[in-house]
């Protein structure tokens, strides 16, 4: 089952959530330990918590085009196909932009003098290791100026092969847009995370139409719950969204999670209260 | 005209708090400051939950394009899912798009012998003029699961700059983006000066290495100001030392105060909320210490709101 | 000699506009007979890369000069790799008043790229 965590919003606690919840399913001891995948690639944190030591480290990025000048004519066919304008013929010279490029590869194969190669542009690493309790962790780290981290999420995305009753947990980025999509694809299951705040509840509308677009079954976790905010518990009841867990608002969970600790670590019945949760999950999406 | 822009790296540490206290401040602070107001988080964009604004005008944002293929001259040959490095064809008869994964760059359209291929302009959000109580604000919203989210940010930040030259506006506020990538960049570009919001957590403190670590890369100038600033005094002091280290100003620490949770949940900012908390205190004299530092006044004394 | 400028409508008399890659105009101007002809700047709508678009049409015109309110880094390097000299604004109002200053050497030349990039 591949469960990923997600939010509208930032800091909502996603992070602490997702390494909360593969401590809790690696203690559990009936399933091997779960693989946990860190798509927040512009801002990854959960390697704070699970504490992997990384033994492999392989780079990312695009293939971008290179130009033969001896060969190149200047037709000016590459800077026509190329839907980013990434690459352009000025005068006597065909200049490529690697950061407006996507690696789409339409100049390398419409160019008629064969003159364009393409190597490849490193915007990232993927990194992996064990972790905590025996947990398989990736994540991936976008370089800093780079703007695209979609192709570093797809590359964690297809190197996930998780073996039988193996769990995935993904940490995805904030937001709603492409990054977050690339993260839930191919999701089973789908917890947002959020707190009963306007802004929270606001972002929260937002993912939960992301994903009622990809068709993947919801349920809400309430962080820093502090009281009802009757707001947030009309939405999920009309969207039909269950709300699995709530975490209540204390200050010895914050100034726990604030030192680098996990809920598990700080309160270790959260261990089997997130086991519990999965468990809903699990028999909910079987029935 | 200068620009201001908020940003954290890691996202829910106050930026929109934080923006929406400097925009009341510009217009009703002890030194009143004309300035424009841009959300740039088009992803969640929230300062209008704060601002109230009346919407003035509403204009659709075309984002990429997606293909489209006709079935009736679809004749199964495959050459557009090999042409295609994003995985976007899915194999059938017709061959179909997967428009979430599809990137618009029309390889597929050059690749496919029948020419049943064509793009589609897609319109991808909105972006918005509204008039907020402490000026003109705007935003956008971005359609859940789009692309060219750096797009949509450059262009809600062009048409603020724009509107503030107009206006002979003095300041233009951002609110930015979580993350690095591609609308942090949007939201940097062009800017006099970034306010780097920190958190005092494990993962504040790394996540505002790689925002100040951009916007060096990027060479805008960068101050740090903390938030919630007693939660941990550890990275607290990390943040101190690493700020010292770098030669880069701390310009605040905000306590960790409840009215700020209080006055959003009123739908205010927290200096107008309570101009007393111990937070709006601390945010008052942030402000100041930030147009000192865009020199849009000469170096202002700290004191009460009125 | 031909000079692109990136402005708000067309004509001689047109207000400036400070973006290169997304101001609605562009304009030609022949600075030998001040004929000034308006084309739609192709960057305008598009989905990313506009500098370099608006460059290559200057490049195109084998214009000698642009002039506009700034240049990105993209733009820069496509206008330097076709030759083309970038001026800036100031405090110019039209087009007409541009090129006199243009002319009359008070304009601004750049060295560099005068903003961070955008991206799509």
Redesign the interface.
Known sequence: MRIVVAS?????GK?TIATSLALGLAGDGSAPPPIFVDC?V??P?AH?FLKPLFEQSQPIGI?IPVVDEALCTHCGKC?E?C????I????Q?T?V?P??C?????CT??CPEKAISERLDPIGVIERGPALEGIDFRRGL?D??????VPIIRALQKQVTPRPGQTVILDA?????????AAM?GADYLLLVTEP???GL??LR??A??AR??GIPTGVIVNRDNGPYPDLETFCRSSGLPILLRIPFERAI??G????KNLVEIQPEYGERFRQMFHQVVRGEKA | MKQLVILSGKGGTGKTSLAAAFAHLAHEGSIPVRAVLADADVDAANLELVLHPELMETHDFTGGSLAVIDPQLCQGCGDCERACRFDAILPGLPYQVDAIACEGCAACVYQCPEEAIRMEPQTAGQWRRSESRYGPLFHADLKPAQENSGKLVTLVKQQARLAALDGDYPLLIVDGPPGIGCPVISALSGADLALIVAEPTAAGVHDMQRILETAAHFRIPALVCVNKADLYPEAARQIEAFCRERGLELVGSIPFDETVTLAMMNGEPVTAFNPESPASREIIAVWQNMLAALAIQPIPKVKEMT | MKIVLSVTAPGIEAPIDPRFGRGATLLVVDTDTMQADAHPNPGVNASGGAGVQAAQFAAGQKAEAVISGDFGPNAFDALKAAGVAMYLYGDCQTARQAIERFQAGQLQQVGAPTQSGHHG
């Not at chain 1, 509208?8 to 909502?12: A, R, S």
């Not at chain 1, 352009?88 to 005068?91: F, N, Q």
């Not at chain 1, 800093?144 to 981290?149: D, L």
């Open positions: 509208g919003k930032g800091g909502t992070t927040d512009e801002a944190n704070l293939m800077a196909v839907a980013y304008h990434a352009a013929v000025l005068g010279k200049l932009f950061q407006l996507h690696g789409c590869g339409s194969a419409l976008l800093v100026g780079k703007p695209m981290s980025p904030p937001g709603t847009s492409c990054p977050v999509v694809q705040t306007p802004f606001h972002d937002l993912a139409e992301v677009e990809l914050a100034e999670i604030a030192q680098g």
